[in-house]
C-alpha cells in the first residue's frame, strides 16, 4: 500500500505537477456517488494542477478536463503515484 506519513496517499498529499492513478474512493452517499460519476474509478489517471491561493480547492486533471474539489473531497480519494513521480 502506498503511504505518506504512516497513512494512505490521497489526492490532498499531492503536490502540483504530480501524477497519479485512482485506488479508490471511500465514503458514502451522494458524495461517493458524485466522484464516481465526475471519473474518479479505480485506475482513473489523473494530474494534480494547482492548490487555491488558500489550499482549498484543488484542481486536478482527470480525462482530459479539469476539475475543482474540496479538500475535504480530494482526502476521500485513494491514490498511487505514477512511475517515476517522487
Known amino acids: 500500500m502506498p503511504t505518506m506519513n504512516g497513512h494512505q496517499l490521497t489526492l490532498k498529499d499531492l503536490q502540483p505537477g504530480d501524477e497519479a492513478r485512482v485506488l479508490r474512493c471511500s465514503?458514502?452517499?451522494?458524495v461517493f456517488q458524485r466522484l464516481c460519476e465526475m471519473g474518479f474509478?479505480?485506475?482513473a489517471p489523473l494530474r494534480m494542477v494547482r492548490y487555491a491561493p488558500?489550499?482549498?480547492p484543488?484542481?486536478?486533471?482527470l480525462s482530459h478536463y479539469h476539475l475543482s474539489l474540496r479538500k475535504?473531497?480530494?482526502g476521500m480519494i485513494e491514490v498511487e503515484r505514477?512511475?517515476?513521480e517522487g
Do not use: H, K
Request: no cysteine; net charge negative; proline share 0%.
Open 27 to 30: 465514503g458514502d452517499g451522494a
Open 82 to 84: 505514477r512511475a517515476g
Open 54 to 56: 488558500f489550499g482549498d
Open 72 to 74: 475535504a473531497e480530494a
Open 41 to 43: 474509478v479505480e485506475g
Open 58 to 61: 484543488v484542481e486536478v486533471e
